[in-house]
């Protein structure tokens, strides 16, 4: 029983790494060049051929924006993961990495909701159409999302009033850093 349950959390031990060092890698990587070409031509079109713009494509760009920041973060997580979880970039590179990612997380989501919203008005309000669709609201919109966005994790870049030292030198895993800073606040 000793043998086999041993066995059972080599195995597991085994494949999470092999997972993590592969699999996410290689996710990660397609994922980068497939969000960059993606976000990058819808942003051209939009910027290029739409015209007139409206508030849901104001926020559509917004939206395409928020992915692009992420996806440009995608080289350092498969940089991260094919060193075996090892981060040498130092504390700011980690702490911007996990920035970047919640703040699509946030802001994606709001803006996504923002254009639920504005159509619910238009179906809910129809004659009221051209004041949901004018420009002013679609800026509106997006400045309340970043404003938001960034209110939510800006403060993961304020470790040092709760009296952390960055342990990177230590332990080499940006995720186990911005662990013990998430516990620390608690």
Known sequence: ?????????????????????YYLSVAYGIIFVVGLVGNITSIG???????????????MVNLALMDLLYVLTMPFLVYYYSNGESWMLGDFMCRFVRFAFHFHLYGSILSLSCVAVFRFLVVIQPLKVVEVQQKVWGIVA??????????????????NQYGLTFPLFLSHSCAHFLHILNTTRL
């Not at 029983?1 to 060092?21: A, E, G, P, T």
């Not at 079109?45 to 926020?59: D, H």
């Open 1 to 21: 029983l000793f043998l086999l349950i041993s066995f059972y959390y080599f195995f597991n031990f085994f494949c999470q790494m092999l997972l993590k060092r």
């Open 45 to 59: 079109i939009y910027i290029a051929k739409l015209r007139p713009w409206k508030s849901s494509s104001i926020i």
């Open 142 to 159: 997006c400045l309340v999302v970043w404003i938001i966005s960034a209110a939510e994790v800006t403060p993961m870049f304020e470790c």
